[in-house]
């Protein structure tokens, strides 16, 4: 069964420190990857997306995520955070056929302290 | 990106009576809308996926009879919660996708219960 296991609930860091947050998926077949933020009262975002190709992708707001098929991982990177990077991202995958269903991870709280 | 617009984005009804929730992609053609709900502090929890014109696929733990979707064509779907109460109180959210694997979400409903 499909399934994302995303391994940091919360997350508090200061301004300017590394980000990263793991997301590891269980899925048998080609995989399209996603993170999306959900920012304080606000509706889901879609930050970056891997579908094929070169395995690091850069989405906006300075993420990037590397796409490690051996490790079946998708983590999230952002060398320096700032304090309105403070929201829940999600981790998310689905299969590249049509018609296949889009799975969340349980989410990880950043906070980002000035 | 494309435009995922759900309605209402708030409702309280009563319990016992039905609310029907909108969801509408308008600039792309939906192939396939997920459902999803999501608890406070929690993630995203996949109720339904359903393809234009077929039957929607429900999740395991999901009754098809107390949350009717329909999908009657590539750019709405809807979702009705049935003899609402208290219990069914959340947030729910849709997302739609088409051709790209890439899915686009709605605001989001927050329905009361009371």
């Known amino acids: ?114 | 990106g494309a435009v995922v617009s759900q309605h209402p984005s708030r409702v309280i009804c009563k319990s016992g009576t039905s609310v029907k929730i909108e969801c509408r992609s308008l600039d792309f053609q939906a192939t396939t809308m997920f459902w999803y709900r999501q608890f406070p502090k929690q993630s995203l929890m996949l109720m339904a996926t359903s393809n234009e014109g077929s039957k929607a696929t429900y999740e395991q733990g999901v009754e098809k009879d107390k949350f009717l979707i329909n999908h009657a064509s590539l750019t709405l779907s809807t979702l009705t919660v049935t003899s609402a109460h208290p219990e069914d109180s959340s947030f729910y959210i849709c997302s739609a996708r088409g051709t790209y694997p890439e899915a686009f979400f709605g605001q989001g409903t927050r329905l009361t219960v009371v």
């Open chain 1, 1 to 114: 069964a499909q399934s994302v296991s995303q391994h940091n609930h919360h997350v508090i860091l200061s301004e300017a420190a590394s980000l990263e947050l793991g997301c590891n998926y269980s899925y048998g077949g080609t995989v399209n990857l996603f993170w999306y933020v959900q920012y304080p009262g606000q509706h889901l975002q879609l930050l970056l997306k891997y579908f094929s190709g070169d395995p690091l992708v850069k989405g906006i707001k300075g993420f990037e995520a590397e796409f490690i098929k051996s490790k079946f991982s998708f983590n999230l990177r952002k060398p320096s955070v700032q304090w309105s990077d403070t929201a829940e991202y999600f981790c998310a995958v689905t299969g590249s056929g049509g018609y296949n269903k889009l799975i969340f991870g349980a989410g990880t709280r950043l906070a980002v302290h000035p």
